[in-house]
């Protein structure tokens, strides 16, 4: 591959060499041809490397994620969850659930939440303001009473709390506060206030959590007791799977190609990358969907930030900010198994709105925390995932639809020969797709989910063909969230339609559901209209 690299690159640039004299004419006199050929000779090589670049740099994480779960699963005969789960000395978890009319679902997650194995654990629903029957079918389903209970205000919160609830009698370990809409960042920190555990776990409503989630999830902050302040967990795509009882029961890559690409991104991106971050000591992102967190340092931080769109990615920093600033030694980890699972959008449409939104949130939160790139008081953290965000996740998009559009411009106009821009591009999108196989490899082998051989079939097939159209489509919406943020526009989330994620799913599991894929992740539907 290096000697194809070599000669195709030499191919490029001797013909824009050739055109040097030209384009510099072409160029004064203002014709189309010469500026091509003169971008073409200042970007061609820097873009081609910076393409290596970053696959490299996946690579390199993928490789690290390897070593990182083969450790885990060799230790997993000594991780103790059967004894975790009938100990009374078990950190006790306060899973936080935001919800916004969440009718659909509500009460089949509550119910797998509440069963998840754990001998200490509550259930907080924040009904953050919902329009529907989010709240009333919850006090159908478990009898809940109102209950003369005074939050603290550890944590400031937005949206007042009109009430809390409890089931009749104490018959399960559920809470339910009400409160005026807020958005989920403020519902979650309404669930903080509610917390009485020590350790909080924050997810979503339409999250599905393995029944061990819990347990293993907590097992750093037992392990390493003064150091652990927060670990994130696995999320991965439901689409096209089996729920029995809100546990997924048979894991299906889903039947849209917009689904499969996504499940390919996230073993790429979310799974195996941040496993490899997380072996660096450096992860700096924990996903909303299925996060740990120790209470105390989240009152120290003052919870999530309301006003960030990337509140999951904020929040993060800020709790590397403020224990680098109080000298604190602290670890963040990431724990690869067992799973959230989750809903990811179906459609173009949707998921458009939700990458620029990432992207948008992934600059605004760099942009908060611009003090702490590249300085070394924060160790790793300042001069090295940092930069490696700012580089190759804030900056990327731009790079790639400069070559996307550079490319056919500079063979239409007889800057660079057909030939040799093929097969440039064949090379930069092959090293792609074997980045994400050996993603797909290293999870396949480490948990075996695939239980089809067609399932890794497509998935394999997914990893090729996000290469053609998807993923240049999604950094023309990524560049559209940053020209967004830099027109100083306003976020709009819109409206989304979707199905319950667990609906007629029962508390007894007695229901197989097949889940749909016509919907878009909860998340967005949550935040529409704030």
Known sequence: MSGLLADALGAVADSAGAWGLQAQADLASGTVRGTVAVLVQVLAVPVLLYVLAINSSYLVLIGLAG?????????????????????????????VMPAFDEEASVVGSV???????????????????????????????????????????????????????????????LVVVRKDNGGRADAVNAGINAARHDLVCITDADSVLDPDALLTVSRPFAD???????????????????????RVADVRMP????????VVEYLRAFCVGRAGWSRLQSLVLISG?????????LVEVGGLDPTCIGEDFELTLRLHRHMRESGRDHRVVFVPEPASWTEVPATSAV??????????????????????????????IGLLALPYYVLFELVAPVIELVGVVLTPLAVAFGVVPWKAALLLMVLCYGYAVVVTVAALLVEELSFH????????????????????????LTALWRVQGLWSLLRGQQQVWGAMDRQGLAAGASADGGDVVHLPETRASRRELAEAGR
């Not at 969907?289 to 340092?297: L, P, Q």
Request: hydrophobic share 40%; aromatic share 6%.
């Open 255 to 262: 039947r849209g190609w917009v689904a499969r690409f996504q």
């Open 67 to 95: 070593v990182d779960m083969v450790r885990y699963l060799r230790r997993g005969f000594f991780r103790g969850v059967e004894d975790a789960s009938a100990s009374p000395l078990t950190q006790s978890v306060s899973v």
């Open 111 to 173: 119910s797998a939440m509440l069963a998840l194995r754990h001998p200490r654990h509550e259930v907080v629903v924040v009904d953050d303001g919902s329009t529907d029957a989010t709240f009333a079918l919850l006090r159908e389903a478990f009898d809940l009473v109102e209950v003369p209970r005074r939050l603290p205000t550890d944590v400031p919160v937005r949206g007042a709390v009109r009430s809390v609830h409890v089931p009749r009698g104490g018959r399960s370990p």
């Open 351 to 380: 998921l458009a709105r939700q990458r620029r939104r990432w992207q948008r949130g992934l600059a605004e939160t760099l942009w908060r925390h611009r003090a702490m790139v590249g300085n070394p008081r924060y160790g790793r």
């Open 449 to 472: 989910r695939s239980q089809r051989w067609r399932d890794l079939a497509r998935g394999l097939a997914a990893a090729v063909l996000e290469n053609v159209g998807h993923r240049q």
């Open 289 to 297: 969907a299925f996060g740990m967190y120790r209470r105390d340092v």
């Open 224 to 246: 390493d007791p003064e150091r652990v302040v927060a670990t994130g967990g696995a999320v991965r795509a439901v689409n096209g799977s089996t729920l029995v009882g809100g």
